[in-house]
């Protein structure tokens, strides 16, 4: 597992051209947070239903409503749902980087967001050698398109991911700790080429500090 180094220069919104200095800094705060902690995920994998209030992992007790699943998962007969965090400790270590260096810790929030991200790829890639046969298609999460962010809560519960990674979820459907990411991944038999991912679906655009920048968080 590695931290792409050019996905967290990207959630700074560094451009093509990046200094020396801040590319030097950029690796000495990914390599500190990689020495720290790894990524914790779990993810389990279920057959899909259809039915008239959306897609049910009834194993899970779990319907995906809305079109967003609805197209993603057209073609799949199984979907995997993941979570995945960088834990409490991670948290606390942002905090310590804050009170020292505000700038330090911007940059480490970014490596943060990348790392959590190779979390996700390394469970994805288990998941592929758990099901040679099958295609997966892009991850995708609650809050995304019009699959409901009050799916967070049921979706962790489903994975029992309190207990097994120590993820909550807050009143306001937010992830606790905070460097945390739920997913649904559809599992089909025929290759999957839908891609809905980008700023348009996404219930962040509004808010998100990197639209404010000029960018976005596609590679």
């Known amino acids: 597992m590695e931290l792409d180094l050019r996905q967290a220069l990207h959630y700074l919104g560094a451009g093509e051209q990046v200094p020396p200095a801040l590319l030097e800094q950029v690796s000495h705060q990914a390599g500190q947070l990689q020495a720290a902690l790894r990524p914790r995920y779990v993810y389990r994998v279920y057959d899909i239903t259809?039915?008239?209030?959306?897609?049910?992992?009834?194993?899970?007790?779990?319907?995906?409503?809305?079109?967003?699943?609805?197209?993603?998962?057209?073609?799949c007969g199984r979907a995997a749902l993941l979570a995945c965090t960088l834990g409490a400790e991670y948290d606390a270590m942002l905090r310590t980087c804050q009170a020292r260096d505000m700038a330090q810790a911007v940059i480490l929030d970014a490596c943060g967001s990348a790392w959590v991200e190779a979390g996700c790829?390394?469970?994805?890639?288990?998941?592929?050698?758990?099901?040679?046969g099958l295609h997966r298609t892009d991850r995708f999460s609650p809050g995304y398109g019009d699959l409901p962010l009050e799916l967070q809560a049921p979706l962790c519960?489903?994975?029992?991911?309190?207990?097994?990674?120590?993820?909550?979820?807050?009143?306001?459907f937010l992830l606790n700790p905070t460097k945390s990411v739920t997913a649904v991944?559809?599992?089909?038999a025929v290759p999957q080429k839908k891609r809905i991912r980008g700023c348009a679906y996404c219930s962040m655009r509004q808010t998100c500090s990197l639209r404010k920048?000029?960018?976005?968080?596609a590679l």
């Open 213 to 217: 920048r000029g960018t976005t968080c």
């Open 50 to 75: 259809r039915t008239g209030q959306g897609l049910c992992l009834s194993q899970a007790g779990l319907v995906l409503p809305g079109n967003t699943a609805g197209r993603m998962l057209e073609e």
């Open 185 to 188: 991944i559809g599992l089909a």
């Open 121 to 132: 790829d390394a469970a994805e890639a288990e998941l592929a050698g758990l099901f040679p």
């Open 157 to 172: 519960a489903a994975l029992d991911a309190q207990r097994r990674i120590g993820l909550t979820v807050t009143p306001s």
